[in-house]
C-alpha cells in the first residue's frame, strides 16, 4: 500500500509539472485513481477481516468440543470410581456390612483381645534361631574368606618362586652362552693365528730354497768356460745336473700344492668352526627366546588369576550383583 501510494503521488507529480500535459483546476484523473485504491484497500482489509473472524469461530468450536469431551471422560471415570468403591470396599463402621461379613474371613481373625499376640513365644523363638543361622552363616562365609586368602597367598608364592626360577634359568642360560660365543673366538682366533704361522714358515722355507737354488745356478754359471776357446777348461754339465733340476722343479711344484692344500683345508676348518658358532649362538638365542615366552605366559595366566581371585572376593555390592538375598538380611524383626 505505500508504495502505490507513493507511485501514485509521483504520477501526479509528473502530470502537473509537466508544462504540456499540466491543467489548472481539479485533477480528476488523480482523483478517480485514489478513490479506486482506497476501495481496493477497503475490500481487502474486509477479506482479512472476514478470514480472522472465521479463525476464531473454528477455534470456539473446537475449544467447546474439546471441553465437552473431557466434561463427559471425567463423569464417566467419577462412575467407575464410585462403582468400584460399592463393589470392593466397604465402611468398617456400617452396622449392616457385620451380618454380611464372610465366615471364612471371620477366621482369619487374631483370637483373643485386640493387641495380644497368642504366638509370640513361637516368633521369638523363630527369631532366636534366624539369628543363630545368621551367626553360622557369618562364620562360615569368615572361614571361607580366610581360606581364600591364604591360598591366594600360596599361590602368588608359588608364582614369585616359579618367576625367580625362570630367571635364574634364563640368566644361567646368557652366561653359558657367552661362554660358548667366547670359547668358540678364542678357537678361532687361535687357529687362525697358528695358520698365519704355518703359511709364514712354508714362505720363509720356500724362500731359503730359492735363494739357495740361485746362489747354486750362480756358482754352477761361473765354472762353465767357453766352449772353443780352451779345449783343456770345456766342461759341460753332468746328464743328471738337468735331471736334478727337472726334480726341484717337480717338487717345488707339489710343495706349492701341498702348501695351496694346506691352506685350503684351514679356511675349511675355520669355516667350519665359524658356521658351529653361529649355530650354537642360533640355538641358544632360540632356547632363551623360547623361555622368555614360557615366562611371559606364566606371569600373564598369574596376573589374570590374582585378578580373578580379587574380584571375587570384593563384596557384591561392590561387583553390582545384588540379588534378593541381599535386601532380606534387612527389617526381619518385629516390635
Same mark, same amino acid.
Given at each position: 500500500?505505500?508504495?502505490a501510494?507513493?507511485? !501514485? &503521488?509521483?504520477?501526479r507529480?509528473?502530470r502537473?509539472?509537466?508544462?504540456?500535459?499540466?491543467?489548472?483546476?481539479? #485533477?480528476v484523473? !488523480?482523483?478517480?485513481?485514489?478513490?479506486?485504491?482506497?476501495?481496493?484497500q477497503?475490500e481487502?482489509d474486509?477479506?482479512?477481516? #472476514?478470514?480472522?473472524?472465521?479463525?476464531?469461530?473454528?477455534?470456539?468450536?473446537?475449544?467447546?468440543?474439546?471441553?465437552?469431551?473431557e466434561?463427559?471422560?471425567?463423569?464417566?471415570?467419577?462412575?467407575?470410581?464410585?462403582?468400584?468403591?460399592? *463393589?470392593?470396599?466397604?465402611d468398617p463402621?456400617d452396622?449392616r456390612?457385620?451380618?454380611?461379613?464372610?465366615p471364612a474371613?471371620?477366621?482369619?481373625m487374631?483370637?483373643g483381645?485386640?493387641?495380644? #499376640?497368642?504366638d509370640?513365644?513361637g516368633?521369638?523363638r523363630?527369631q532366636r534361631?534366624?539369628?543363630?543361622e545368621?551367626?553360622?552363616q557369618?562364620?562360615r562365609?569368615r572361614?571361607?574368606?580366610?581360606?581364600?586368602?591364604?591360598a $591366594?597367598?600360596?599361590?602368588?608364592?608359588?608364582?614369585?618362586?616359579?618367576?625367580?626360577?625362570?630367571a635364574?634359568q634364563?640368566?644361567?642360560?646368557?652366561v653359558?652362552?657367552r661362554?660358548?660365543a667366547?670359547?668358540?673366538? *678364542?678357537?678361532?682366533n687361535?687357529?687362525?693365528?697358528? &695358520? $698365519?704361522e704355518?703359511?709364514q *714358515?712354508?714362505?720363509?722355507?720356500?724362500?731359503?730354497?730359492?735363494? &739357495? $737354488?740361485?746362489?747354486?745356478?750362480?756358482?754352477?754359471?761361473?765354472?762353465?768356460?767357453?766352449?772353443?776357446?780352451?779345449? !783343456?777348461?770345456?766342461?759341460r754339465d753332468?746328464?743328471?745336473?738337468l735331471q736334478q733340476?727337472l726334480q726341484?722343479?717337480?717338487?717345488?711344484i707339489?710343495?706349492?700344492?701341498?702348501?695351496?692344500?694346506?691352506?685350503k683345508? $684351514?679356511?675349511?676348518?675355520?669355516?667350519?668352526?665359524?658356521? #658351529?658358532s653361529?649355530?650354537?649362538?642360533?640355538?641358544?638365542?632360540?632356547?632363551?627366546?623360547?623361555?622368555?615366552? *614360557?615366562?611371559?605366559?606364566?606371569?600373564?595366566s598369574?596376573?589374570?588369576?590374582? &585378578?580373578?581371585?580379587?574380584?571375587?572376593?570384593?563384596?557384591?555390592?561392590?561387583r553390582?550383583h545384588i540379588?534378593?538375598?541381599?535386601?532380606s538380611?534387612?527389617n526381619?524383626s518385629r516390635r
Open positions: 500500500m505505500h508504495n501510494e507513493i507511485l !501514485g &503521488a509521483t504520477h507529480k509528473q502537473t509539472s509537466s508544462e504540456k500535459t499540466r491543467t489548472c483546476g481539479v #485533477d484523473e !488523480g482523483i478517480k485513481e485514489q478513490v479506486k485504491e482506497k476501495r481496493k477497503e481487502e474486509k477479506k482479512k477481516q #472476514d478470514a480472522h473472524a472465521a479463525n476464531m469461530l473454528h477455534n470456539s468450536r473446537v475449544a467447546s468440543v474439546l471441553q465437552s469431551r466434561e463427559k471422560e471425567k463423569r464417566a471415570m467419577e462412575k467407575a470410581i464410585v462403582s468400584y468403591r460399592h *463393589q470392593h470396599q466397604h463402621n452396622p456390612r457385620c451380618g454380611r461379613t464372610d474371613d471371620a477366621q482369619m487374631l483370637p483381645l485386640a493387641g495380644e #499376640d497368642p509370640s513365644g516368633r521369638l523363630r534361631e534366624q539369628l543363630r545368621w551367626l553360622v557369618q562364620q562365609e572361614e571361607a574368606r580366610r581360606r581364600r586368602l591364604q $591366594e597367598e600360596r599361590r602368588y608364592v608359588q608364582s614369585t618362586e616359579d618367576m625367580n626360577a625362570k635364574a634364563l640368566e644361567r642360560l646368557e653359558e652362552t661362554k660358548a667366547a670359547v668358540n673366538t *678364542q678357537e678361532y687361535k687357529a687362525k693365528v697358528k &695358520a $698365519e704355518k703359511r *714358515q712354508e714362505q720363509d722355507r720356500m724362500d731359503k730354497a730359492s735363494q &739357495a $737354488e740361485a746362489t747354486k745356478q750362480l756358482l754352477m754359471g761361473a765354472d762353465v768356460s767357453v766352449p772353443g776357446l780352451c779345449p !783343456g777348461s770345456d766342461r753332468p746328464p743328471e745336473s733340476v726341484y722343479q717337480q717338487y717345488q707339489e710343495e706349492k700344492r701341498r702348501i695351496e692344500m694346506m691352506k683345508q $684351514e679356511e675349511d676348518r675355520e669355516e667350519r668352526v665359524r658356521l #658351529d653361529a649355530r650354537a649362538a642360533l640355538l641358544i638365542e632360540r632356547q632363551q627366546a623360547k623361555l622368555n615366552r *614360557q615366562l611371559r605366559q606364566h606371569l600373564d598369574t596376573n589374570v588369576k590374582l &585378578a580373578e581371585i580379587h574380584e571375587q572376593s570384593k563384596p557384591d555390592i561392590e553390582g540379588d534378593d538375598s541381599f535386601f538380611k534387612f526381619t
